[in-house]
């Protein structure tokens, strides 16, 4: 469940600010402080836990969070996870064996692919494949990628295959077949999730949860999987912050200029490709102004699409938030059984305020 803190700055009316990145602007000194000193409580007071885990994907999420918990606990009371598979752009481990050192903290790097074919994730993702086309096999690469809500139809996805002779086809992808590819590589997320939950319960560590704001509000996570956490200390932010924070805390350039992917797939995936409307700073922008109250046409004229664009937008964020709720959510009883546990305490400290 999410706590109730809020790192954006306080509104004073939704015409106080013009909408634009400068709306993101914060004492990044003051709010990393503020953040190690919720990392140092939870750990102590919460969850009773020695030090932290952190999966590093050689991305800016999880590069912030491992630095973060650094600057909260020290080198030396977190672990990092460097879990590639075989989909995973090499980039990543060299990104993610980067930062790592940077820091000064102990890490592993542990392949996953084996477990993943032991328990069929690629095998079913092609068998799937396969049935939209037919020449698909393991010497070809694949994604999936999103469309039409943002020209006003029916959101639906399309399967990208490319052969080993480079030439790519796009087709439309039926509902069957793109739950039991997404169903497939879900796989991935949920067993980076129990090495994770290893390497903490033997070290008596809990595990750091990585997602920024636009993919915690937006449910762009796999329930059991990426989704799973102790704790999770950037939730609250937007990514355009996570990028600052990043710069803030002098993280290595190769970090800094990752561009955001799913990592997922064989072809390189954008997030926007596969599950958000527009590129993230663009995303950012129309989630803050919706929490804000700016209307459709005040998006449209701070990005630079049209009215009716920004409001598929707008509704689009509304209907991610319907659909992906129960991602939040523990498991339903038939009636409270814990009753000292049915409310969950929230242990952040109050919102900091840009200056």
Not at 140 to 151: C, H, N, P, Q, V
Request: proline share 5%; with cysteine; hydrophobic share 35%.
């Amino acid at each position: 469940m999410s706590g109730n803190s809020q790192c954006s700055p306080s509104p004073q009316g939704h015409h106080a600010k013009a909408l634009n990145a400068d709306v993101f602007t914060m004492d990044y000194g003051v709010e990393v402080e503020r953040i190690s000193q919720w990392i140092r409580r939870t750990l102590s007071s919460t969850l009773h836990k020695r030090g932290v885990v952190v999966a590093i994907s050689g991305g800016i999420d999880s590069s912030a969070c491992a630095a973060l918990a650094v600057k909260a606990l020290g080198p030396k009371k977190v672990y990092g996870l460097l879990l590639p598979e075989r989909d995973s752009q090499g980039t990543s481990s060299v990104r993610g064996k980067q930062l790592a050192e940077h820091l000064g903290i102990g890490y592993e790097q542990h392949d996953i692919a084996p477990a993943l074919e032991a328990l069929g994730c690629y095998r079913q993702r092609d068998e799937a494949i396969r049935r939209v086309v037919p020449a698909y096999s393991e010497h070809w690469k694949s994604k999936i990628a999103i469309a039409g809500g943002l020209e006003g139809g029916i959101s639906y996805f399309r399967l990208i295959v490319q052969g080993p002779d480079g030439k790519q086809q796009d087709v439309r992808l039926s509902l069957s077949e793109y739950l039991q590819v997404v169903a497939a590589t879900n796989y991935k997320q949920r067993v980076r999730k129990t090495v994770e939950y290893f390497h903490a319960d033997r070290l008596n560590y809990a595990v750091t949860g990585t997602p920024n704001r636009l993919e915690y509000d937006q449910g762009f996570f796999v329930r059991n999987g990426d989704g799973s956490a102790d704790l999770k200390p950037i939730a609250h932010l937007y990514k355009t912050q996570v990028y600052a924070i990043a710069r803030h805390l002098k993280l290595p350039e190769s970090v800094l200029a990752a561009v955001p992917t799913t990592d997922t797939y064989s072809l390189p995936q954008g997030q926007d490709e596969f599950y958000f409307a527009l590129p993230y700073a663009q995303m950012d922008l129309a989630l803050w102004a919706l929490n804000q109250g700016h209307s459709a046409g005040e998006l449209a004229a701070s990005i630079g699409i049209t009215e009716a664009q920004a409001q598929r937008v707008l509704d689009d964020i509304q209907s991610k938030r319907r659909t992906t709720r129960t991602l939040h959510c523990v498991a339903e009883l038939v009636e409270p059984v814990l009753h000292h546990m049915d409310t969950i305490n929230v242990t952040a400290p109050p919102p900091a305020h840009s200056p």
